[in-house]
């Protein structure tokens, strides 16, 4: 049973281009998390998202930031117009049917500004 | 605004030592998670803990949640290198939210 897949594993860009971060949840989720890490610190929620639906998205930037999650394929975490400052680790976590089971975390995605 | 408070922030001790993290958090949660992280890796669950008084143990570590403190404790006895790593507690909203706060997790080194 594969995990919560994440692609890609590094992304380098430089600033002004947009970064698109994929993840596949663990087969049977249905329930999808966004955090981001900034090194030497927790991780910090960005978005609950379900099939074609946005749940929670009370930690997303109001701007340049925005994730779906469509009824095929994988979600998608898009950052427009990249800055230094976006630069982190983007992990993507996935649940079964009831929110309170723990979520699975995929290995993340390094994102790197240059 | 729910907040997350692990202490210490980082732990170095001797092989064979017992050590505890604590993991406070300011308003009530109706779950509580410990999670594992190597550098540069993903985090592992190690205990979710649902309801006051709940013990959960797995080799040498046990966790504990008293909610009416907003505590949970997570308990390292007789420590070995492997257990070297960062811990993160994750305290989840009440309702039928799936948002985790996290701490600022606890790096624990175990020398030899």
């Known amino acids: 049973n594969a995990g919560v897949m994440q692609n890609p594993r590094h992304l380098v860009r430089r600033r002004g281009q947009e970064a698109r971060l994929r993840c596949s949840p663990m087969?049977?989720?249905?329930?999808v998390y966004w955090y981001r890490q900034l090194p030497e610190e927790g991780l910090k929620f960005m978005v609950y998202?379900?099939?074609?639906?946005?749940?929670?998205e009370s930690g997303m930037p109001k701007e340049r930031f925005s994730a779906e999650f469509p009824k095929e394929g994988p979600s998608i975490l898009r950052i427009q117009q990249v800055v230094r400052g976006d630069s982190a680790a983007y992990f993507c976590?996935?649940?079964?049917?009831?929110?309170?089971?723990?979520?699975?975390f995929g290995d993340g995605t390094r994102l790197s500004i240059l | 605004e729910l907040k997350v408070e692990q202490n210490p922030l980082f732990l170095s001790m001797q092989e064979g030592k017992n050590y505890t993290i604590y993991c406070n958090y300011s308003t009530t949660s109706d779950r509580l998670y410990w999670y594992r992280q190597d550098p540069g890796k993903s985090l592992e669950s190690l205990f979710v803990l649902l309801s006051n008084g709940a013990v959960k143990q797995e080799g040498r570590l046990m966790a504990s949640l008293d909610t009416k403190a907003r505590l949970s404790t997570l308990h390292i006895t007789a420590a070995v290198h492997d257990l070297s790593a960062t811990y993160f507690c994750a305290v989840g909203l009440e309702g039928n939210t799936g948002k985790l706060i996290f701490g600022q997790g606890t790096t624990l080194q175990v020398k030899p």
């Open positions: 976590a996935s649940s079964p049917n009831s929110p309170g089971q723990p979520q699975h």
């Open positions: 998202l379900q099939k074609e639906n946005i749940i929670d």
């Open positions: 087969k049977g989720h249905s329930h």
